[in-house]
């Protein structure tokens, strides 16, 4: 009940900040830029590893896919930290931690509110992001129907589908980056410092996955689960189902991190 | 009585390195007290106070809040509001809109009950502007609007008075003092005497993190509210023989002798200056004003 009522007033809050709309103004101009440059440079293409590439200016369906490609690893993550590393940051700026931290709602519901706020905040991103591009690419080349890797036919309708779905498989991933700017706004107090921070942290990562001799451990790294939604189109064959548990314990570290320095930090000003 | 105590503190301490901010305190606040806790700037209040509303962990001690710890978590704080230094709000947030929050965290906003607290410290006519556009004397009322708002029987201010001008201290001083007939008991912490002699009747004077003095008003008056002011011929030898007929705390301040001490007191080291063969010019009693005491209280402990 706390946790609900708590996170129902983290939202308003978010609602009310000037970040909030300019982080989703940001992605839903990133979406739009892709499908006004597409149709207008005619025989401009996407790289062709992007499944269905080829049918880019033959159906709507399949730009969405090409901004995922892209948003991976930078533009959606940035964003997101953006507002996931400012959540519990700001309260240290405005010194209200020890406002809200005297009424009836324990730590443990305000951190929790937070860190679903900040994942609701994720969803918001990637939901602007595919209502724009899929809009603007709908109404630029049509809800035609698509060839599926497998040479299956499918309708626009279906293809359509499947690329929401691609969204919401990317959102494991994010889920992770999401999570560590929040760790990090908690441990470091400081909004830029999370922000900063989480680039480096998805840096790093990509910088081990690319370490020769890691082959092994490659499946259970960071940058391996922002291609799992790949393999609703057949492609790479990536699990979704093996993303789904290696995004999860990273978010559960992450979250408990954060947990353990926030439940017992002494709240005492600047 | 079967009362619980609202604020019962033994032994409290918090340290920040070497520093001990918080060094051995006790207190007791009886229900309906306004309970003044006095000392100058960096003596150890607030930090006292973050102790007793659970905001940082301590060293050492006990705290009850009507018999519960608040280490236990904000269950401890069910009748207890209040605010340490100056009261924070989201700026972008509306006064109004600060409190249905906070009210929601307390379990559910009931919006008569906030716009009664407004009213009550007058920021009614301000509540639908965000509290970014306010001054400080309008978030300290904020503040206590949002305390009041939570109907407790303990509140705890920490020097409320900040910010506010000479009419809005006169307010704070009105409220305050309705307040026991309510049934509510106060912790007042300021770091003038002035400002809460009208309204407390109890007060701890804390200096370097420990108390100073811990009593009644007029305790505090009748037993080191007036000195004695002894002028002799020698000084210094007037000093050595307060010391020798137990007067630890006589002391010179140019050529005059200072002492706190007790009437039967002065009068052997009067007898024992004739003695001596030190002459005595002048012998008088002053009294202090508190705001004198306070200072030399709060000087002395060091
Ligand atoms: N978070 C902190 N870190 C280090 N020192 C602190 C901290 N908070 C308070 N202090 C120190 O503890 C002492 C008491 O401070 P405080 O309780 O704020 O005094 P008061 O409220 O009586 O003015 C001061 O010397 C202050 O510098
Ligand atoms: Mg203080």
Redesign the interface.
């Known amino acids: 009940m ?1 946790v609900f ?2 996170y ?2 983290e939202l ?2 978010l609602a ?2 000037k970040r909030t709309f300019a982080g989703l103004a940001a992605a839903a101009l990133y979406a739009l830029a892709f499908v006004i440059t597409l149709s207008v440079k005619k025989h401009a293409g996407i790289p062709p590893d992007i499944p269905l590439a080829k049918q880019v200016t033959k159906s709507g369906v399949v730009l969405p896919l090409a901004l995922l490609s892209f948003a991976t690893f930078f533009g959606a993550p940035v964003i997101s930290s953006l507002v996931a590393g400012d959540i519990v940051a700001a309260e240290d700026t ?3 931690l ?10 443990g519901a ?1 951190y929790a509110a937070k860190a679903l706020a900040a994942a609701t905040y994720g969803i918001a991103l990637m939901l602007t992001m595919f209502v724009v591009s899929a809009v603007g690419s709908v109404i630029s080349w049509g809800l035609r129907g698509v060839v599926l890797l497998d040479g299956q036919h499918v309708t626009g309708l279906h293809g359509l589908g499947l690329a929401a779905l691609a969204y919401t498989t990317y959102l494991l991933p994010l889920a992770v980056l999401v999570a560590v700017a929040f760790l990090l706004s908690t441990a470091t107090r400081s909004s830029a410092g999370a922000i900063v921070g989480t680039v480096i942290f998805a840096l790093a990562l990509q910088g081990i996955a690319a370490l020769p001799g890691l082959s092994g451990t490659k499946p259970y790294l960071l940058p391996k689960q922002f291609d799992a939604w790949q393999s609703l189109y057949g492609a790479h064959g990536e699990s979704i189902l093996r993303a789904s548990w290696v995004c999860a314990i990273y978010v559960a570290v992450a979250l408990t991190a954060g947990w353990t320095i926030f439940r ?1 930090r ?4 600047a | 009585m079967s009362e619980l105590l609202p604020v019962e503190v033994r032994g409290l301490v918090k340290r920040y390195g070497e520093l001990a901010a918080v060094d051995d305190v006790d207190l007791t606040v009886e229900p309906g007290d306004i309970y003044g806790l006095l000392g100058p700037n960096g003596a150890g209040k607030t930090t006292t106070l973050r102790m007793l509303l659970g905001l940082i962990r301590r060293d050492g001690g006990t705290v009850k809040l009507f018999g519960r710890d608040p280490v236990e978590g904000v269950g401890a704080l069910e009748d207890v509001a209040g605010f340490v230094e100056s009261p924070a709000f989201y700026p972008y947030l509306t006064g109004r809109e600060n409190l249905r929050l906070l009210g929601a965290l307390d379990g559910g906003a009931d919006l008569r009950a906030i716009d009664a607290a407004l009213e009550r410290v007058d920021l009614l006519d301000r509540a639908g502007d965000r509290v970014g556009t306010y001054s400080l004397g309008m978030r300290q009322r904020l503040g206590i609007a949002s305390s009041l708002m939570r109907s407790p029987k303990l509140l705890v201010l920490d020097e409320p008075a900040n910010g506010l001008d000479p009419a809005g201290i006169r307010d704070l001083r009105t409220l305050v003092a309705a307040l026991p007939e309510q049934g509510v008991t106060v912790l007042y912490s300021s770091h003038l005497l002035a400002e809460v002699e009208e309204v407390c009747k109890r007060v701890a004077i804390v200096n370097d993190g420990k108390i100073a003095f811990e009593g009644r008003l007029d305790e505090l008056r009748a037993s080191y509210g007036s000195a004695y002011r002894i002028e002799a011929a020698d000084p210094t030898g007037a000093l050595e023989l307060a010391h020798r007929v137990g007067a630890p705390q006589a002391r010179l301040e140019g050529h005059v002798l200072w002492l706190d001490a007790p009437s039967d007191l002065v009068d052997q080291l009067s007898i024992e200056l004739g003695r001596a063969g030190i002459a005595i010019r002048q012998l008088a009693r002053e009294q202090r004003s508190l705001e004198d005491l306070f200072f030399r209280l709060t000087e002395d402990a060091a």
Do not use: E, P
């Open positions: 706390s009522r708590a129902g007033w308003r809050k009310r900040q405005n010194n209200t020890k406002t809200i931290l005297t009424r009836s709602t324990g730590r305000i017992r002494d709240v005492a000003g």
